[in-house]
């Protein structure tokens, strides 16, 4: 399991991300919701998401958990902020890389399509919730990381931007959150 030092958990986190993994054999990398990771946030996408007044971290989560339908929707790519990883994708893949993403920003992202192109499958875990400060790991270099890595993701995967596209409009990814935002709103 990949974790940013800028992640706090929630309880049963690793079980949810398991059972998610184990679903199928074809499962490569699992990545949870959170409140602040970008096109994995919930219940708004792309925005930070402040917890609602009647609830901590602990009790978001395990409403999250109760509420789901482990709908485990095929995403392009997982993220970074935490991802599990399974061995058996390691082993037939190999590692990131290093050499093309020697500081972070797009080093998943390549890993995920290598392991598609593979036959593997990258899910999105919506019975996890996990929160995230987001940037505090890389500050001010971000901007000049994530134009460089997206340059060569855009180059190596001409399909990929699609694909994104594709995430953002599912179904099963847009009923997650709104289950989500019922979480919020009604408790």
């Known amino acids: 399991i990949l974790l940013n030092s800028d992640t706090e958990v929630t309880p049963k986190w690793v079980e949810n991300l398991q059972r998610c993994a184990y679903s199928s054999s074809k499962v490569g990398t699992v990545t949870p919701l959170s409140n602040n990771s970008g096109a994995f946030s919930a219940p708004v996408a792309n925005k930070p998401n402040k917890l609602p007044s009647w609830s901590g971290k602990d009790s978001i ?4 958990f109760a509420n789901s339908s482990f709908l485990y929707p095929e995403i392009p790519t ?3 902020f935490c991802l599990y990883i399974k061995r058996s994708l390691i082993d037939n893949i190999g590692y990131f890389d ?3 993403f020697p500081k972070g920003y797009g080093e998943e992202n390549d890993f995920c399509l290598r392991a598609r192109k593979s036959g593997w499958k990258n899910l999105l875990d919506d019975s996890s919730y996990i929160f995230h400060e ?6 001010n270099e971000k901007s000049k990381l994530i134009a460089k890595a997206k340059s060569i993701i855009d180059r190596k995967y001409p399909y990929y931007q699609k694909e994104v596209k594709s995430f953002h409009e599912s179904k099963l990814i847009n009923l997650s959150r709104h289950r989500i935002k019922e979480v919020f709103e009604n408790g």
């Open 134 to 139: 987001r940037s505090a790991s890389f500050k």
């Open 98 to 100: 290093d050499a093309l």
């Open 78 to 80: 997982g993220n970074g």
């Open 61 to 64: 989560a395990t409403a999250i």
